[in-house]
């Protein structure tokens, strides 16, 4: 079973509708990481959490550590927003551990 | 520009012939890591640093090689490189907090490697 598992795996939406993706992990971290793949490869960070909730523009992110759980929202999805999104988390202050991420596509 | 470089971007190598993908940051970052990036397996860590003349072992070091002589540069080295290295290598860095844990990371643009 993978430390780090992400679902779905694969995900289509209509412009403007609410996504969520999850994150489960089964070790003791220090902090969890949402990262952004556009199509053309690039990796950006989109959130780093250790706790609660934050929120960028449109993006979401939560955290419960007790459940070992975090998910991802997106609210009123865009075309642009078509990437593939990975959970990471940290072990201690070092490994990065990471899910096999989430492809979303979303249509006009 | 705060950015993470690598190069080259592309390389096509044939088995046993020695390489060294460069990285660098100019943003006085610690830590620095490799990743590796593949169909059904994601990304894994190869190497990383916390700091000058500090490195450790990830998940997938066999076959590589890391150095950190400075803080800005972190090479990735392949001494006989063998086709199930064929991969995407991603660089990245990040910052120390004072709480001694690392903020986000920034990615380098990635490193396509063939290997024949």
């Known amino acids: 079973k993978n430390e780090v598992e992400q679902s779905p795996q694969n995900l289509t939406a209509q412009e403007g509708e609410f996504i969520t993706i999850n994150c489960s992990y089964s070790?003791?971290?220090?902090?969890l990481h949402w990262l952004q793949q556009h199509p053309g490869g690039g990796i950006v960070s989109l959130f780093m959490?250790?706790?609660g909730k934050k929120k960028h523009g449109r993006l979401i992110a939560t955290i419960n550590i007790q459940e070992k759980h975090s998910s991802l929202h997106i609210t009123a999805s865009h075309p642009r927003d078509s990437a593939v999104y990975i959970c990471?988390?940290?072990?201690?202050?070092?490994?990065?551990?990471f899910g096999t991420g989430t492809r979303l596509q979303v249509f006009p | 520009e705060a950015q993470v470089t690598q190069n080259p971007r592309y390389l096509i190598t044939v088995t046993g012939k020695k390489l060294t993908v460069t990285c660098s940051q100019n943003?006085?970052?610690?830590?620095m890591s490799w990743y590796r990036q593949d169909p059904g397996l994601g990304l894994r860590q190869i190497y990383y640093?916390?700091?000058?003349?500090?490195?450790d072992k990830g998940d997938v070091p066999e076959g590589y090689k890391v150095s950190r002589k400075e803080k800005r540069n972190f090479p990735l080295i392949l001494e006989s490189p063998s086709p199930n290295q064929t991969s995407l290598y991603f660089c990245?860095?990040?910052?120390?907090?004072?709480?001694?844990?690392?903020?986000?990371?920034?990615f380098g643009p990635g490193t396509r490697l063939t290997v024949l």
């Open positions: 959490l250790s706790s």
């Open positions: 070790v003791g971290i220090s902090a």
């Open positions: 990245a860095s990040s910052v120390r907090l004072a709480s001694n844990n690392y903020n986000e990371q920034f």
């Open positions: 640093s916390m700091n000058v003349e500090v490195t």
């Open positions: 943003m006085n970052h610690e830590y």
């Open positions: 990471a988390v940290r072990l201690g202050t070092d490994k990065l551990i």
